[in-house]
């Protein structure tokens, strides 16, 4: 069984009854309070998808699969060789038949703690995303109609995460294969948060470009106009404030989701599981989230010049 199992699952039913709450009419402060709390428990809940999967596989040759089960808490693998076509045991696994364990091994890398598949990333995902967009902090506005939709979703969301875990803790799911190609040995394809960095400065251009256009757009929202647009305070002031917020935000919810994924096991079975993907998501969904809450919304001429503009944006 994964650590926080039982722990997890229970915030996850406390979540879908909050969610429950706020199908029902409420005063507007009690709504925003149990929002704040909700997106905190989705953020923790998040976490615990990214924790390495059980079961796991691996196809030496065209004639011998290797699988086994890998014990979540301390890392140790057990399994069987078996035959590819009829999967009948060949034998137990060991460090001199089987490229698995030698992969799993950290003695074999010097201690390179290789990233090994989550239980659910597309979970882990879905939670942030619903945590970003649900917390009042981010003053994303819909109809009550389209708020009510959402928390239906994510209801079924909840619901599936709690049937996933159970899966997973009984070892139904089916086997991850670690097999890049035949005769090759087991790999896991993972790019951390500071190598997808460096992927993304070479596109810098054009992410400069798309965040421009966003808060271009985001200058819309809450009633503003195109003429009230004063280009050098967006460029200037206001994308570098919401960008580096962003990063800021979503490298605290990678240090928490990294924790969460190894809170309770065992120092030498720690690895790194948060993708440099689940990052950028998170980055772009919260300047997003910017664009949406008004932050660049225009300020008309007579406001930038009088004394109410000086008061709020002068240092």
Request: some cysteine; hydrophobic content about 45%.
């Amino acid at each position: 069984m994964h650590p926080q199992s039982g722990t997890t699952k229970g915030v996850l039913i406390l979540c879908m009854v909050i969610l429950g709450i706020l199908l029902l009419p409420l005063p507007f402060t009690a709504y925003k309070i149990l929002k704040f709390f909700l997106s905190l428990f989705l953020l923790y809940t998040a976490g615990f998808f990214l924790r390495p999967r059980k079961n796991l596989m691996f196809t030496p040759s065209n004639d011998r699969v290797e699988v086994g089960t890998r014990n979540p808490s301390d890392g140790a693998f057990t399994g069987k060789l078996k035959v590819s076509t009829t999967y009948e045991d060949v034998a137990d696994l060991t460090e001199e038949n089987s490229q698995l364990v030698r992969f799993l091994d950290n003695a074999h890398f010097l201690c390179e703690r290789k990233s090994l598949p989550p239980i659910s990333l597309k979970v882990s995902l879905g939670l942030v995303i619903a945590a970003v967009v649900m917390n009042p902090l981010t003053r994303v506005h819909m109809p009550r109609v389209d708020w009510m939709f959402l928390d239906v979703v994510v209801l079924g969301l909840l619901a599936y995460a709690v049937y996933l875990i159970n899966e997973e803790n009984d070892g139904k799911r089916p086997a991850f294969s670690l097999t890049r190609t035949i005769g090759q040995p087991p790999e896991f394809p993972f790019m951390g948060f500071n190598d997808t960095c460096r992927q993304l400065a070479k596109l810098w251009p054009a992410i400069a470009g798309g965040a421009f256009v966003i808060g271009l757009l985001g200058t819309q929202i809450g009633g503003g106009k195109f003429e009230d647009i004063h280009l050098g305070y967006l460029v200037l002031m206001q994308m570098p404030i919401a960008l580096g917020a962003s990063l800021f935000i979503a490298v605290m919810i990678y240090q928490f989701m990294g924790a969460v994924a190894n809170k309770d096991v065992a120092e030498t079975a720690r690895r790194e599981q948060v993708p440099g993907e689940f990052s950028i998501t998170v980055i772009a969904l919260i300047y997003i989230a910017f664009a949406l809450g008004g932050h660049f919304t225009a300020v008309p001429e007579e406001e930038r010049t009088g004394p109410a503009f000086n008061d709020r944006y002068d240092p």
